[in-house]
């Protein structure tokens, strides 16, 4: 189709259920909906093939504009949203998909995910989780999963469900790298998933006043400049190697082009080991321990 791009060689990942996803996608967190559609757009355009949102950043509907408009077909993108807080239990989550799915226009899902493990209500949270597998046998997603689930959240889920989740979608970046998040998916086959990927969300009220820009670090532009890429351009990179996914969020057509441009070089054992060693343990995102009733209690418009 003229104006949509096809990238062959962009690598997938396989799920714990078969399922493959491109494990480069386009992130639309703090994407302003009047930019949303046009970001979508040209993503699908520039050759991306993975889309993530949620209902809590209130742009679902233009997702579903956005690849319309592309003239990408639904079949070829992998589609992944996610429930909040306030639709958590078993009906309400029931319900959650049919205001997602009625938001992007769309008859299924590829993956549906909580968007919090809510440990102040956490038997709502399993019972959202029951309404993900009954979504997940029903056919109407084919993959479902949790986000920002720490350890203790996974250990607590796993006990009381059947479907091992195949995605945690986690803030991970060169500076807050989670190695006890990761070990304990790889433990049962969760794949990682980082949201905020290239360095850090750029605001977020609250949280990280003092926090460090990845992207000027000194050893990730040494790197970039080895080999004539972005610092952001590496750290996507340093993702892909490690086996995540990886979703940039960006409403700017050169800078979407520019974070899917990372399939033509490669990173040695060494440069992964000195950006690994920027893990400075520090969460710029909400810590997911800490209960947030006024913004968990969020209600999600209908379709």
């Known amino acids: 189709m003229v104006g949509v791009e096809r990238i062959e060689n962009q690598p997938t990942l396989t799920l714990n259920n078969g399922v493959t996803m491109p494990a480069l996608g386009l992130g639309v967190f703090q994407s302003p909906p009047e930019e949303t559609a046009a ?12 889309i993530d949102t949620a209902a809590a950043y209130g742009n679902e509907r233009e997702v579903g504009e956005g690849l319309r408009r592309s003239g990408v077909d639904r079949s070829e993108v992998f589609l992944e949203t996610k429930v909040w807080v306030s639709d958590f239990g ?6 959650a998909w049919d205001k997602a799915a009625g938001k992007l226009g769309v008859d299924s899902l590829d993956l549906l995910i909580l968007h919090q493990p809510a440990p102040d209500r956490f038997e709502r949270t399993i019972a959202a989780y029951q309404a993900l597998e009954k979504l997940l046998a029903d056919g109407k997603v084919r993959a479902i999963g949790v986000s920002n689930f720490m350890p203790h959240h996974l250990e607590r ?5 059947e479907v091992v989740p195949a995605v945690n979608q986690i803030e991970l970046h060169p500076y807050f790298t989670q190695p006890e998040v990761r070990r304990a998916d790889a433990e049962h086959g969760i794949l990682d998933q980082a949201w905020s990927p290239i360095g850090g969300i750029t605001f977020y009220p609250g949280w990280g006043e003092d926090r460090r820009s990845v992207m000027e670090d000194p050893t990730l532009l040494a790197i970039a400049s080895q080999h004539g890429k972005s610092a ?12 995540r996914s990886a979703i940039p969020k960006s409403t700017n057509p050169s800078r979407i082009r520019e974070n899917f441009d990372v ?4 990173l040695s054992s060494e440069e992964l080991v000195r950006i690994d060693a920027l893990d400075l343990g520090v969460r710029n995102g909400p810590d997911p321990d800490v209960a947030r009733p006024e913004r968990f209690d969020m209600p999600i418009p209908e379709a």
Do not use: C, I, N, P
């Not at 970001?39 to 993975?50: F, P």
């Not at 078993?90 to 319900?95: A, E, F, G, N, P």
């Not at 399939?263 to 490669?266: E, H, L, Y």
């Open 90 to 95: 078993y009906d309400q989550t029931l319900h």
């Open 263 to 266: 399939f033509d070089f490669s």
């Open 157 to 161: 889920l796993l006990k009381e469900t």
């Open 232 to 243: 952001a351009q590496v750290m996507l990179r340093w993702h892909l190697q490690q086996g």
């Open 39 to 50: 970001a979508v757009e040209a993503a699908l355009r520039t050759g991306y093939r993975h």
